[in-house]
């Protein structure tokens, strides 16, 4: 992974946008949606820009840019005509440990802009690691139309209730089970019954774990596609050995990792609600299965 994905907090962020044609006024579209601190540099500008000037979002320089400009910046955005500017600029802010971007020259840039999909809260990067931006925005259009723009006053209702989920439920278990069954009975509406879901939320919060078994010789990448949602609904993974980096791709990046316990443990675990994935070798799953009838055995083509 040559680009790592990162979401940087822009309260208090200051950012340098060198340019104002056409590109620049792609990048500022998007900057101008945050919460950054905008100096533009550019010795002519668009209506665009202008417009957001004169809207109080930006501070604009009407002058060639100085290599002096190149400091005392959090990120740069490069986005003149002229490349062998662009290069020298990059340059120096990268002497100064600046990050910068320079656009559609990705051998100069020390980070990329993914190509985004905006719902408020629920923000979605796709990147190709500057390979095909054209493909990314093709991705992007797919998820536009999948993720509703109600999601946004959703999350935002969600947001403002946290806080009392959270006193009234003293564990993790039973917040994890309240909000999972109050999207599923709201979905990813937001409308007249979003908060009557949300209080009948509240109500018969006790359920089973959940207890799913693997071969540690079952190739991940085989499973059926319905396991991929149970893998990412775990709270523990316990094994005999190290698992693989395959199988650590599908599962629950948090979720808690450990040896594999006792039986008495792991009923224990199951009665608490606990979601968990067991992989040992073909003698132990067998015995697990003896033991716990009601656990998933997760094989190719079936679970």
Same mark, same amino acid.
């Given at each position: ?11 208090? =962020?200051? &950012?340098?946008?060198?340019? +104002? #044609? ?9 900057? %101008? /949606?945050? *919460? ?85 809260? =629920?923000? &979605?990067?796709?990147?190709? +690691? #500057? ?9 992007? %259009? /797919?998820? *536009? ?85 149970? =893998? ?72």
């Amino acid at each position: 992974m040559q680009y790592f994905p990162l979401f940087i907090d822009t309260v208090n =962020l200051t &950012v340098l946008l060198v340019g +104002a #044609g056409d590109v620049a006024s792609r990048k500022l579209a998007l900057l %101008s /949606r945050t *919460e950054a601190n905008i100096h533009v540099i550019a010795p002519k500008v668009n209506a665009e820009v202008q417009d957001y000037v004169q809207k109080g979002r930006i501070v604009l320089s009407q002058r060639e840019v100085l290599p002096s400009d190149m400091q005392n910046y959090d990120l740069i955005y490069l986005a003149t005509a002229n490349e062998a500017l662009n290069a020298e600029l990059a340059s120096l802010a990268a002497d100064r440990g600046i990050w910068v971007n320079v656009v559609d020259n990705p051998e100069y840039c020390r980070f990329i802009t993914p190509s985004i999909v905006d719902r408020g809260r =629920l923000v &979605v990067a796709i990147s190709t +690691a #500057g390979a095909a931006p054209v493909f990314a925005r093709t991705i992007r %259009s /797919r998820l *536009e139309t999948s993720l509703p723009p109600s999601l946004t006053p959703l999350l935002d209702f969600v947001a403002g209730r946290r806080a009392q989920v959270q006193q009234r439920l003293t564990t993790g278990t039973q917040r994890r089970l309240f909000w999972e069954r109050f999207f599923a009975s709201n979905g990813d509406r937001f409308d007249s019954r979003t908060e009557e879901h949300y209080r009948n939320a509240f109500n018969h919060l006790t359920a089973k774990g959940e207890m799913l078994l693997l071969t540690d010789s079952t190739p991940p990448q085989l499973l059926p596609c319905a396991a991929m949602p149970l =893998l990412q609904r775990l709270d523990w993974i316990y094994s005999q050995e190290t698992i693989s980096e395959a199988l650590t791709e599908m599962v629950r990046r948090d979720a808690n990792r450990a040896k594999l316990p006792a039986l008495s443990e792991l009923s224990q675990a199951y009665e608490q609600g606990i979601r968990m994935l067991l992989v040992a070798d073909e003698a132990t799953i067998a015995r697990l299965k003896a033991h716990f009838p009601m656990a998933k055995h997760l094989r190719p083509g079936a679970i």
